[in-house]
């Protein structure tokens, strides 16, 4: 995958402790080292949403009160695939995953969010105060899991949480010298204060049993290790002040990174129009990050050459009400006048077709190409050349597509992509930097904005939408249950099956 995409673009500056899009920070000049991220690695900062979400998990699963990621840049990285993962990234490393268990038979809504922590997340758990899901192992058992791989097994156990259950994830932590009244496992327990820091952590793991069996018995494997390092300090890095100032030095930083990246997709909107089309050129906004950035670019672009260009958005009536209301922000921002492309044969299409699904996509064509299409057929006759936010590090699939291309879709449409080098950080960064009018759903954990039943969406992303918007769920969901009943399908068909009309399987978006 690495060799698809080329080198790691996303940096760190140690000194600064902000994310940099180069070898040396733009504020301190010193070289800034690569944040090993899970391909194709297309990060993006984190809003205070994202963090108040991020710190209720970790209350409820780890029992941390305190707030970890305090006046610093955090970053979200959502690893590509059917579940809902996210990599939380602080410091300029990972943190933990962020998870929506979507099998799990916990029956409470809260319990399917979790995170998997990193052994430098488990390090900062453990020193603002984490106390659940805690395993404590005597000290003579160390290199065993450190050189051989080995379990956690009940005989090595000093002090276990009352509250793990099988197949939890677990801290390991190495216990005091001075506490070796441990081996004494009922004191240990009751012990009310153990007073573990960041320096005992030896790992992280799965529980392979609950707390009941732990002390009940006096053999057997307790977790399984998923990663153990030698037990040292958390590498903290300083503080970046509140979102706000964070964001500015971000900017700043990257002030030289973000200015490469603009003029050579500026430079090369004006050489596509100028040079290898005679069409007249159109940016297709969508009411995401993506498209914001290439209309951002085509103002600067042609509007000094004195070209003119149409902006186009296609209302599939099936949009959030943030994405509305930032189509009338965009336009009153940038004095713009934006063509709306209007489709409203989605709710009767679906009689006919059934569910869209993520192998069945017949939405797109219905409620986005029909209706464009129309537009463009009627406003440029001898077609047009349209400036689309596709990025490579987005999907796999995109990675190897040119930078122009025919639509296969629509005839008299040529379809360009300015923007196709940038990655999710550089949007941000450019859209930061201009105090851009992005749209809102991004501060509300979402990591990209389009209709709100796409089938796209993982589990975790519609628990979301149902507690944001239960009014539009709900009309989605009624759908489903009478669809389901009509044809008799089952309650798992409701809650997941739907997105696939040929059955769940690996597919990349
Ligand atoms: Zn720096």
């Known amino acids: 995958m690495k060799t698809i995409l080329g080198k790691i673009h996303l940096k760190w500056c140690k000194d600064c402790n902000v994310p940099v899009l180069d070898k040396k920070c733009g504020i301190c000049e010193n070289d800034t080292f690569d944040v090993k991220l899970t391909p194709p690695a297309d990060a993006r900062p984190a809003f205070k949403e994202d963090i108040v979400m991020i710190n209720n998990i970790l209350k409820n699963q780890f029992g941390v009160e305190e707030d970890i990621f305090k006046n610093k840049i955090v970053l979200i990285n959502k690893i590509p695939g059917n579940d809902y993962m996210k990599e939380i990234i602080i410091d300029g490393v990972v943190f933990g995953i962020l998870k929506y268990d979507e099998e799990s038979e916990k029956n409470e809504e809260k319990n399917r969010w979790s995170i998997i922590p990193s052994v430098e997340g488990a390090r900062r758990i453990i020193n603002a105060g984490g106390n659940k899901k805690i395993i404590v192992i005597k000290e003579d058992v160390v290199p065993f899991i450190l050189k051989k791989h080995a379990s ?72 399984k290790v998923r990663h153990a390092e030698t037990p040292k300090e958390a590498n903290y890095l300083k503080e970046t002040g509140n979102f706000e100032e964070s964001i500015n030095k971000m900017i700043e930083a990257n002030e030289n990174a973000i200015s490469k990246f603009e003029s050579n997709s500026v430079g090369f909107m004006r050489n596509t129009i100028k040079e290898r089309t005679n069409k007249p050129p159109v940016v297709a906004y969508s ?58 044969d989605f709710w009767e299409k679906l009689e006919e077709y059934g569910p869209p699904g993520r192998d069945y996509r017949w939405c797109s064509e219905v409620c986005k190409m029909k209706p464009l299409e129309k537009i463009i057929n009627n406003r440029y006759p001898n077609g047009c050349l349209t400036f689309v936010g596709l990025r490579k590090y987005e999907s796999m699939n995109r990675s190897k597509k040119p930078r122009i291309w025919k639509s296969p879709y629509i ?32 501060e509300k954990c979402f990591d990209r904005v389009g209709c709100y039943m796409c089938p796209a969406m993982e589990l975790g992303e519609i628990e979301l939408i149902k507690k944001l918007y239960p009014e539009l769920w709900k009309r989605w969901e009624d759908f489903l249950i009478d669809y389901a009943k009509r044809n008799n399908l089952d309650d798992e068909w409701v809650r997941s099956g739907w997105r696939w009309k040929y059955g769940k399987k690996k597919i990349k978006n």
């Open 411 to 442: 005839e008299k449409q040529m379809l360009s992509a300015p923007i196709l080098n940038w990655s999710a950080m550089h949007v941000w960064i450019y859209l930061f930097k201009n105090n851009a009018p992005y749209n809102k759903l991004y």
């Open 287 to 344: 009411g995401g990050k993506d498209s914001l950035v290439v209309l951002l670019l085509a103002l600067k672009a042609f509007e000094n050459e004195d070209i003119d260009f149409d902006v186009l958005f296609t209302d599939t009536n099936l949009e959030f009400p943030e994405t509305l209301k930032n189509i009338s922000d965009v336009e009153e921002r940038y004095n713009i006048n934006i063509i709306k492309a209007e489709s409203n």
């Open 152 to 223: 956690v097994l009940r005989p090595g156990v000093l002090y276990a949480s009352e509250d793990i259950e099988k197949n939890d994830d677990v801290i390991i932590l190495v216990g005091n010298e001075n506490e070796e009244r441990g081996e004494d496992y009922e004191k240990y327990k009751h012990e009310k204060n153990i007073n573990l820091k960041d320096i005992n952590v030896l790992g992280v793991g799965r529980a392979r049993t609950n707390y009941n069996e732990i002390i009940n018995s006096e053999k057997g494997m307790v977790a």
